[in-house]
């Protein structure tokens, strides 16, 4: 994915805060059943971050529904790709480079 076609964050609230508070859950019980930080979940919920594909995975599984049900498409952009660390070159070993081993 080329640097100019990133996907945006929309910075809104999300279906999953409504879906948690229909289900008379609250944010704090589902991140502790998911094992999630809760400034995490509430970062998901807000729409300010991207959620991860294991967490996606986690979402489906707690709450029986498909992602595409909890958070708006952009969200999904990186559902099936991770992007790499920032500064990460794929195929570079740092550790055999600065061990001279490469």
Known sequence: MAPDERPYLPRRRQQLARLIKSRDLTRVAVAHMLGMPINRLNNLCNGSVFPHPD?????????GLPA???????????RDAWPPKRGARPGVNYRAKREGTE
Do not use: H, R
């Open 55 to 63: 967490e996606l995975k986690a979402f489906e599984s707690f709450f």
């Open 68 to 78: 595409q049900t909890m958070f708006e498409p952009d969200m999904l952009a990186y």
